[in-house]
């Protein structure tokens, strides 16, 4: 089906988030969109699929206008979407996920015919190689998996147009090669496929044409043959961007950071971290890759006195770090968490309040019980400054900063003490290219002031980019770790997905090898 | 928040809980055999009569000697708590748990009964009727939270209901003109719970305490005013028990439960039925999905506040009828402020039930069961002063929704207003 | 003495009435008790000399006008004083708090009200300022005593368990499973003295016959019962008297406001089960359990309040107490209506003899109260 | 977008002005919106207007007109007086009519008293993310250990016995406040059940306890206390108006003040608005959302308490069953008056007063029942949680929006 967007343009309060963009999208076409954060791509996805109504333009299926109410009518016309945030519903069994809103029943008073759906979905998954098992419930599902049902969601309905909204962004490199194979299978049988995606090389390597939004506008169309990231990144950014971060080898000297068989829970109780060991030294940045879901997050949990342990030591400087994120706070740790909004900061407060979220109970912020505000409000001038937060006053609520912007709180409030150790878990997740750079920038400034640095990331481009040190987590444990320097993105790509290292690595994690082989 | 954080299941953690319960499973046997067994008279006996009024069958009183019956009901539970504590019961935590619960209520019984007679029958009896509007309320909010909606109006909408019932059916002389009108303002009351809620995205829990007060004024302006000058007014036909033919004849079971009135019987039929519709249903699955992840819903297709409208005005329905019975099926008249917290005990009993109609039935059940016998025992003359009684039920809820809220998962979009842009 | 001259008092809705009506109240209604010791004179309609001047004013306890018994009983007195008596104005005052009570007083003080009456024990404390405070104000107070007496205010109290005692012996005669049953609202003492003497009542039916009637809900040694707690929840009431039913009781007395009529509910709804009123005669204020309503216990407030009323117009007023009793026909028992023909002659006959006895002072409730006196 | 780095400045003074005058614009047509509808259901709740309106629509306007006229202006001349009086009596130079005609302003501030205590209690539980329903058990509890300290230790100087009473007051508050807290804390169970249920367990504890020989008033077998000893009494705050407004109010005030700083000037304010506002990250940052929860719902059990307080020092000096005509659940609406600031829970609180205060005086003049004044409240607060509908009904336009406050987060966690 030829897809044709014309014009379209949709305001928010304060925000145009799209203005007279125009798209086309021929049948059997791989056409991918780009864009730096809150460029708009999502929005007009929106539109196209019914979410949202365009405040002008128009939307054309095979030369043929439309009028989306609801996502209903775009379901109907035929149009499918992978969503950026899962749209399924964790305690419904993958069956139900799938046929939620297209429902097969039998009978009287619209009984759900479960058998005729599982036939279904197992007849779809099978057609394209997506294997799941249609009776699993999507809560106890890895997110590789959960992607897959979405795309299953979508097959199931017989999408002539799939909008596939960043759906590598949770993928192991292998994962995003079996996602290609299917988008090129479905591309060859005429389904249209919209692709968006950060990732400039999946970009390059699998779309037969792309577009470019900035803020809100095409900024320009083009074709892998004719482009490349450079020019990529500069047509989103509006200038030229450096892709790589300039760092000078690191200098590695004593243990701050040291975990010794670590156990911990997640919130089912189940055993998420399992019997982990590493040490991060002071001056040099350890990144944990993995693919999400294998227990990074509750390990940076427990590092950070969020989560119980429930065996095992965490030691910074040789001092146990206990259950409390006070004392680990006081020890020197500092902690970019994973999701800004959830975690790192509390919407409602003003900027200056957020800034001393986990020292406000310090001189010379409070005197006893008194909040000294002259001096929270001086900080928080200083820093808004010296760390570029673009706001009109550090009394605006943080809740109306763009996510970049709410990052360099965090940041600004981490990184703006003395420091032993810093963990950060997805820094720059959700962030446009420029927002990475900066970021980058300064988590290596830190290193080189002799911090510790332990990083989570999924992103590979990241973890090649920052890490001293790599360190592979699987299942709960460090299945390898190695020197960046021999990492390719295959190799890495392979551990995470669960491959048994290979010889050549280095000693310390043959050893943790051999000792993960034998506890298993 | 905490709750999550601080539950630790592995090993050691596991461990203590089982040894905390056995300890408790333990302390329970030693206030058995103390509490109700060595403080009954010696040589005393517990009656319990196991005949309802005028049946045809009658069975003989179950006679039992007090002192050795709690005796041996705190062996049983000893035992139970000294293999916990040495081996644990696994799986069947549970089971044991609920086990315990009733060797516990036995001893009480045998003790409060001793010296007496106490009609067994009768306090299931009572259980079902106390049961009745509770489940009533436990359904609605089953309804309302199923779709996202958090509904703290029961309350009023039960209150209102039971006013409009007992005008509608005096005015009219049909008590089933006073359930229609019941049912349409419960509805009412429902439809501006979720414009506010929905619509105008107040707070729910808000929104529902405002039409709780407005609830409470109203009706007590309202009687004051118009049902105090015009008594007649408040004189509404009661509906009575049917008795179903043979199935009431069964002894023990049919006087309970096939000798009701209209009210008990439609709470069986619609506790079923929801619970069908909610599981089994392609409506239930919508409604079910709107309570979990709204957006996910939306981008298939359902229309989010469509189905949150409907199930909240649904629910309001049905707590209409609950306030109904409260006058036509129960008491004949209206008196202000007479629902007494029955609204919110439903609430209690739908988390209880985890959000299930069945579940929380039975959940409604062990209130009423709590409610039938404090009663019960304040007729006895059972030495506890009546006030200590009466607070049974709500320390029960209390007691329930601390120990079970954290292990039942409400929807998890429940009380969060959706915005569609 | 039974419970006269006692500081006892009401409550909301203390002995509740029926579906409130005042006219079960008033004369007109055919209230069997006849006159009260002062109200009954007059004629209704004639106008009494200098009526026309005269405002009566009545403060509640926070039970409301409408709380079908106590505050609405008082205030059927006041209508029936405007009726009778042709007094000018009467006004109300609804107390909704503690804090309310001195202000209402002080409110009509202020409105020179010629007589105020405040009802309930909870106003014992505030009518006995103002009383203090105001010595020309004259005070009537329902259900409360002083001692020592104020010269300005009269407390009308009742020697209820005097009736209730010819209740329990009605209800111990009238049972066939020998087991009758009450219950209260709240556990207050004037809720208590009306149990008391219906225990009193069943305790003399079984020594004067020998029997061994029991009495479900009230035990007379331990001075506890059957309460449900408030005088709202008109279910509960419903489901104790279901309980007493399943029991085995066939005789019911609910003193319990409201509460009482969900008691008589479940009574109509049970098969050989009768039901006794309270305050009012309930058969007449609530004809719709007319079929279960074997007899009332009368507490004339009304009457109390329309006496009170009458000497303060006709310039007799003297503080003090005014006891109501079977004897001045303050408290009494209603006639069966109904149940006529099914309450035996001889029953009948010994209940009468039972009044004079109490009427005389011979039999004292309290006496009886644990059972027979000297055992 | 826009990169526009402005400086940070505060709002001038003006705006701040105009900001203020818009935010009292929305309360000020919630509450005439409600009067209205008050007005309203008068009409329409009496029979025979109703009928009249049938017959003869002019008399039955005319007498419906009559009718909420005299109801309202009793309302008025009850809460807040004649002004007349006032002057008259000031330019006379009569002190004692003076006094007298400060009689209902002095009922009003009476009225409010208890009202901003538990407004307040009701308010920082807002901030601090909590829905307390269970002021009214904490005001009970409250008044009961309040009086207990209040009649037991005669012969105490009042500049002991006050403050010991009073700290006795919100004591019994805090521990049925702290109650629902640790279980919130503790296993999760939501609090808005948990304080429901607490308040019937109070009033059934209050009974319980008013039967005792440690509570219940020698030679009385009513349900009434010991009188409150002369030491602990506090005493009225206008010379010559024993029953009007006491020092209660005083200390009100100062709570008032005590709750704003408490709330906006210190750590542990700031530590109660964080776990409010976001309990996650506030624990990311270290603070204990449990403990602060547990306190926070003992501050405020406390704060209602002394609501029960200073009704049995000041304005009763006994306790009885029936103390509070339902002080706890007004104050659910006072704090989404006063948008859950103590100053704004303060102007709300007189508002209620006023209304409380001049519902008896109107139902002796036209024997409306006083309930309606509830039926109001809930209009009022109505209106006041759903500024969309006022706004809607006189077409004023939106201001910025702040977003949707969402008070409580479903049951579980
Ligand atoms: N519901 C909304 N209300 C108001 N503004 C919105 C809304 N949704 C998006 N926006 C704004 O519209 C702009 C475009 O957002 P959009 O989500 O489409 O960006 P995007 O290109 O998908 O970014 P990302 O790469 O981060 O996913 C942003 O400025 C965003 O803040
Ligand atoms: N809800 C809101 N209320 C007020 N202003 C807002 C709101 N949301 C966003 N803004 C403002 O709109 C502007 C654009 O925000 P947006 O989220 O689109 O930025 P962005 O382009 O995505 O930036 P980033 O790359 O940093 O995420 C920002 O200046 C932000 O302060
Ligand atoms: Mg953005
Ligand atoms: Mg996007």
């Not at chain 3, 505030?126 to 005070?139: L, S």
């Amino acid at each position: 089906m030829k897809l044709e967007l014309q014009g379209i343009t949709k305001r928010f309060p304060g925000v145009v988030a799209n203005e007279g963009v125009d798209l086309v999208v021929e049948p059997g076409e791989i056409h991918a969109l780009l864009g730096e954060n809150g460029a708009g791509k999502t929005t007009l996805m929106n539109v196209l699929y019914g979410l949202y109504r365009p405040d002008e333009g128009e939307i054309l299926l095979d030369g043929r206008s439309v009028t989306f109410h609801d996502p209903g009518d775009a379901i109907a016309a035929g149009i499918g979407m992978v969503h950026q945030h899962f749209m399924l519903v964790p305690v419904f069994t993958v069956t139900e996920n799938v046929m939620l809103g297209a429902e097969s029943t039998r009978g009287f008073g619209g009984l759900l015919d479960v058998a005729d759906a599982r036939r279904r979905i197992v007849e779809v998954s099978e057609r394209h190689g997506l294997r799941v098992d249609p009776d699993a419930l999507v809560e106890d599902l890895p997110v590789g998996v959960r992607q897959r049902v979405e795309i299953i969601k979508a097959l199931y309905r017989r999408s002539d147009v799939l909008i596939l909204d960043e759906p590598t962004a949770v993928l192991t490199p292998q994962e995003g090669e079996e996602l290609f194979a299917i988008m090129r299978s479905l591309a060859r049988s005429g389904t249209s496929i919209i692709f968006i995606t950060h990732k400039l090389n999946e970009v390059l390597q699998v779309a037969d044409r792309i577009t470019v939004l900035r803020r809100g506008r095409v900024a320009g169309t083009t074709t892998p043959g004719t482009t490349s990231r450079e020019q990529l990144a500069a047509m989103m950014v509006g200038r030229s961007v450096q892709l790589q971060v300039d760092k000078a080898p690191s200098e590695p000297a004593g243990t701050v950071l040291e975990i010794k068989g670590l156990v911990v829970c997640d919130d089912r109780d189940h055993v998420a971290v399992d019997g982990l060991d590493l040490t991060v030294h002071a001056g040099e940045i350890a990144c944990i890759a993995g693919v999400q879901g294998n227990g990074q997050t509750e390990l940076v949990e427990a590092v950070t006195g969020l989560r119980p342990v429930s065996a095992g030591t965490v030691t910074l400087d040789g001092r146990p770090i206990t259950a409390h994120p006070r004392r680990v706070f006081e020890a020197g740790c500092a902690h970019v968490p994973e999701d800004r909004l959830e975690d790192g900061l509390v919407p409602g407060f003003t900027i200056a309040d957020n800034l001393v979220l986990n020292s406000y109970y310090l001189a010379p912020y409070a005197t006893g019980l008194r909040l000294e505000r002259h001096a929270i409000l001086q900080r928080a001038r200083e820093q808004v400054a010296q760390y570029d937060v673009r706001t009109p006053s550090v009394f605006n609520d943080v809740a109306n900063l763009s996510g970049g912007n709410q990052q360099k709180v965090i940041v600004a409030r981490e990184f703006s003490r003395p420091i032993r150790l810093l963990v950060a878990a997805q820094p720059t997740r959700g962030l446009d290219v420029g927002s990475i750079e900066y970021i980058h920038r300064r988590i290596v400034e830190k290193r080189d002031e002799g911090t510790a640095v332990l990083i989570v990331s999924t992103e590979l481009d990241e973890v090649l980019a920052l890490a001293d040190r790599i360190a592979v987590m699987y299942q709960g444990r460090i299945v390898a770790i190695l020197d960046p320097a021999e990492a390719t993105p295959e190799r890495l790509g392979l551990l995470m997905g669960g491959a048994r290292p290979e010889e050549g690595l280095d000693p310390e994690a043959q050893e943790i090898a051999a000792a993960a082989a034998s506890a298993g | 928040m905490t709750a999550a954080a601080t539950t630790v299941g592995a090993g050691s953690a596991g461990l203590r809980r089982q040894q905390l319960f056995g300890f408790v499973y333990l302390a329970l046997a030693a206030i058995i055999a103390v509490a109700f067994g060595a403080a009954t008279e010696p040589g005393a006996t517990s009656s319990f009569e196991l005949n309802a009024p005028r049946v045809a069958v009658q069975l003989p009183p179950l006679v039992v000697p007090s002192a050795p019956t709690a005796y041996a009901l705190a062996g049983l539970c000893a035992f139970l708590g000294a293999v916990q504590l040495t081996r644990g019961f696994g799986a069947r935590n549970a089971v044991v748990l609920g086990a315990v619960v009733l060797l516990f209520i036995a001893g009480f019984l045998v003790w409060a009964a001793s010296t007496r007679s106490m009609n067994l029958v009768g306090v299931l009896q009572g259980t079902l009727q106390r049961a009745t509007p509770i489940t009533f309320a436990a359904l609605a909010g089953v309804l309302c939270e199923r779709a996202g909606v958090v509904n703290i109006a029961i309350e009023g909408m039960l209150l209102t209901g039971a006013f409009v019932a007992a005008v509608a059916a005096s005015a009219t002389g049909s008590p089933w003109i006073g359930i229609i009108a019941a049912v349409v303002v419960g509805a009412l009351l429902a439809a501006l719970l979720a414009v506010l809620s929905i619509r105008y995205r107040v707070d729910q829990i808000i929104a529902g305490t405002v039409i709780n007060i407005f609830a409470i004024g109203m009706t007590s302006f309202l009687s004051a005013r118009v049902l105090q000058r015009r008594p007649e007014l408040n004189n509404p036909d009661r509906l009575g028990p049917i008795q179903i033919p043979l199935l009431s004849d069964i002894p023990v079971v049919g006087p309970i439960v096939f000798n009701n009135n209209v009210f008990v019987y439609a709470m069986f039929v619609l506790v079923v039925l929801i619970h069908v519709a909610l599981f089994k249903t392609r409506w239930g699955l919508r409604v079910r999905a709107v309570g979990e992840h709204p957006k996910a819903a939306d981008t298939v297709g359902i229309d989010v506040l469509r189905t949150r409208y409907q199930n909240v005005i649904l629910g309001g329905m049905l707590a209409g009828v609950g306030g109904a019975f409260l006058v036509l099926g129960s008491t004949g008249r209206f008196d202000r402020e007479m629902t007494a917290g029955r609204g919110f005990i439903g609430l209690a009993a739908m988390i209880f039930g985890g959000w299930a109609p069945v579940g929380s039935f039975f959940a409604s059940l062990v209130f009423g069961f709590a409610d039938s016998l404090q009663a019960r025992l304040s007729i006895l003359n059972v030495p506890i002063p009546s006030e200590l009684l009466l607070m049974v039920p709500y320390v029960v809820t209390i007691l329930v929704v601390a120990g079970l809220v954290g292990r039942a998962r409400a929807p998890a979009a429940d009380g969060r207003p959706y915005e569609k842009e | 003495q039974g419970g006269a001259g006692r500081p006892g008092g009401g409550s909301p809705a203390a002995g509740g009435a029926g579906a409130g009506s005042p006219a079960a109240n008033s004369p007109a209604g055919g209230g069997p008790a006849g006159g009260s010791p002062a109200g009954g004179g007059a004629a209704a309609g004639t106008p009494l000399p200098g009526a026309a001047d005269f405002k009566a004013c009545e403060v509640s306890d926070t039970g409301g006008i409408d709380d079908k018994g106590f505050n609405q009983n008082a205030y059927a007195g006041l209508e029936g004083a405007k009726a009778e008596f042709g007094i000018g104005e009467i006004k109300f005052l609804e107390s909704t708090s503690e804090a309310d009570y001195n202000r209402n007083i002080q409110t009509f003080i202020n409105e020179k009200c010629d007589l105020i009456v405040t009802v309930g024990f909870l106003l014992g404390d505030a009518t006995e300022a103002a009383a203090k405070a105001n010595p020309k104000q004259k005070f009537a107070i329902v259900d409360f005593a002083y001692d020592p007496v104020i010269p300005n205010v009269a407390g009308i109290v009742f020697a209820i368990d005097e009736a209730t005692m010819l209740g329990g012996y009605l209800a111990a005669g009238m049972s066939k499973t020998g087991k009758v049953a009450t219950f209260g609202g709240i556990d207050i003492p004037p809720v208590r003295t009306f149990m008391e003497g219906f225990a009193a009542g069943v305790n003399y039916y079984n020594k004067q016959k020998g029997k061994n009637v029991q009495l479900l809900g009230w035990d007379p040694k331990k001075k506890s019962g059957s309460f449900t707690g408030d005088f709202q929840d008109t279910a509960k009431g419903r489901q104790v008297t279901e309980g007493f039913i399943q029991e085995g009781a066939d005789v019911v007395m609910a003193v319990a406001g409201p509460v009482g009529l969900g008691a008589a509910a479940a009574v109509q709804d049970a098969e050989g089960v009768m039901f006794i009123g309270v305050d009012v005669d309930q058969a007449i204020s609530a004809p719709e359990y007319r079929d279960v309503m074997l007899s009332s216990i009368l507490k004339r407030i009304d009457n109390g309040v329309k006496g009170a009323i009458r000497s303060a117009l006709e310039g007799r007023f003297k503080g003090g107490v005014q006891v109501n009793t079977l004897k001045n026909e303050g408290v009494g028992l209603a006639p069966y209506h109904e149940f006529e023909n099914d309450v035996p002659q001889e029953l009948d006959a010994e209940i009468d003899a039972l009044r004079q006895a109490i009427a005389s002072g011979q039999v004292k409730p309290a006496d009886w109260y644990e059972g027979a006196p000297g055992q | 977008m826009a990169a526009v780095p402005e400086r940070p400045t505060r709002p001038g003074l003006t705006r701040q002005a105009v900001t203020f005058g818009r935010g009292l614009l929305l309360p000020a047509l919630a509450i005439l919106t409600a009067l209205i509808l008050g007005a309203l259901v008068i009409v329409l709740s009496d029979p025979d207007l109703v009928t009249l309106f049938g017959v003869d629509p002019v008399a039955a306007l005319g007498a419906s007109w009559d009718l909420v006229a005299a109801a309202y202006g009793a309302l008025i001349a009850g809460s807040i007086g004649n002004p007349g009086d006032l002057v008259g009596a000031l330019a006379a130079g009569d002190l004692d009519a003076f006094v007298a005609a400060l009689d209902p302003i002095s009922v009003t501030l009476q009225r409010s008293t208890p009202l901003i205590f538990a407004g307040l209690s009701v308010a920082l539980a807002f901030r601090s993310g909590l829905f307390n329903i269970g002021a009214e058990g904490q005001l009970y509890l409250g008044a009961l250990f309040a009086v207990f300290v209040g009649f037991s230790f005669p012969g105490l100087p009042f500049f002991i016995h006050i403050p010991l009473a009073v700290a006795a007051g919100f004591l019994g508050g805090a521990l049925w406040g702290f109650i629902p807290g640790f279980l919130k804390a503790r296993t999760g169970a939501h609090e808005v059940i948990v304080t429901i249920m607490l308040n019937y367990v109070a009033y059934r504890l209050i009974d319980l306890a008013l039967k005792t020989d440690v509570f219940q008033r020698p030679g009385r077998e009513d349900p009434i206390s010991k009188e409150v000893v002369e030491s602990a009494a506090l005493p009225p705050l206008i010379p010559g108006l024993a029953a009007g407004v006491h020092w209660g109010l005083v200390i009100a005030l100062i709570a008032a003040a005590v709750v704003s700083w408490l709330l906006f000037r210190s750590t542990k304010g700031f530590e109660f608005r964080a776990v409010g506002l976001n309990p996650q990250a506030a624990r990311y940052a270290g603070i204990d959302t449990g403990r602060t929860v547990i306190l926070a719902m003992a501050v405020c059990g406390g704060l209602a308490g002394l609501a029960g307080t200073s009704e049995v020092l000041g304005s009763n000096r006994r306790l009885v069953s029936g103390l509070s005509p339902g002080y706890g659940f007004d104050a659910i609406a006072l704090a989404l008056l006063g948008r859950s600031r103590p100053l704004g829970v303060v102007a709300a609180a007189l508002l209620f007063g006023a209304l409380r205060a001049g519902a008896t005086p109107m139902q002796a003049a036209t024997g409306i029942p006083i309930d309606l004044v509830v039926v109001v409240q809930a209009l009022v607060i109505m209106f006041i949680a759903a500024p969309a509908l006022v706004r809607g009904l006189y077409r004023i336009r939106a201001g910025r929006t702040t977003g949707t406050e969402v008070f409580s987060k479903g049951w579980g966690t």
